[in-house]
């Protein structure tokens, strides 16, 4: 079946530095792949996403590119914000005829001043 | 504006008491899903629903029924919550077409605690 597979978190880093959050994920055919953010005590939104391979999706400072070859979708960000501070899901959406969302365990973010 | 929204937002019950968690959209949308968030866990799916009177179970649906009778609504029907199932619930909907352009809107989330 699909899966998707993030880093495990908290993760906690100081404002403008370097963000990563891997995310690899298993898949039969060509799957969508999106980055969702849930501020705290909020719904979550719809950060970025890519529908085929080298795709890159990027909003907000945030970019991820879409590796087939190494079925990843890992997130970056140059230099993060205390408003930043959120936890990240990655997820897929499997091929042709499939709404269905496969969510990651999510990340949960600190950026501290 | 366009938005999903659910109630209640906060919910302390107790065991046995049957619950409706309501879930609303006003963008027309035709397919609509909840989901339960659990530390660790993520998000996982419980019911979804193509379109008015069309269901369909998810990864977790055990204890917990949906109906669709109108197109904006898809209410979570718990007929005998237990403590297994405290959690924050989300409600989505989703526009039409397979294109990931049409994105899933989430709903503000319903605190649920069976005692």
């Known amino acids: 079946g699909n899966s998707v597979t993030q880093m495990e978190g908290p993760v906690t880093l100081s404002e403008e530095a370097f963000l990563t959050i891997n995310c690899t994920y298993t898949?039969?055919?060509?799957?969508?792949l999106f980055w969702y953010v849930q501020y705290p005590g909020e719904g979550l939104q719809l950060l970025l996403k890519?529908?085929?391979?080298?795709d890159k999706g990027s909003n907000k400072g945030f970019e991820a590119t879409y590796r087939k070859e190494t079925t990843s979708f890992h997130l970056e960000k140059g230099s993060v914000q205390v408003s930043d501070s959120a936890v990240y899901f990655c997820?897929?959406?499997?091929?042709?005829?499939?709404?269905?969302?496969?969510f990651g365990k999510g990340t949960k973010l600190s950026v501290i001043p | 504006e366009a938005q999903v929204t659910q109630n209640p937002r906060y919910l302390i019950t107790v065991t046995g008491k049957k619950l409706t968690v309501t879930c609303s959209q006003n963008?027309?949308?035709?397919?609509m899903s909840w989901y339960r968030q659990d530390p660790g866990l993520g998000l996982r799916q419980i019911y979804y629903?193509?379109?008015?009177?069309?269901?369909d179970k998810g990864d977790v649906p055990e204890g917990y029924k949906v109906s669709r009778k109108e197109k904006r609504n898809f209410p979570l029907i718990l007929e005998s919550p237990s403590p297994n199932q405290t959690s924050l619930y989300f409600c989505?909907?989703?526009?039409?077409?397979?294109?990931?352009?049409?994105?899933?809107?989430f709903g503000p989330g319903t605190r649920l605690t069976v005692l």
């Open positions: 989505a909907s989703r526009g039409p077409g397979l294109s990931a352009y049409n994105e899933q809107f």
């Open positions: 898949a039969t055919g060509y799957p969508s």
């Open positions: 890519a529908t085929k391979a080298d």
């Open positions: 997820a897929l959406r499997a091929g042709a005829g499939s709404y269905q969302l496969t």
């Open positions: 963008m027309n949308h035709e397919y």
């Open positions: 629903s193509m379109n008015v009177e069309v269901t």
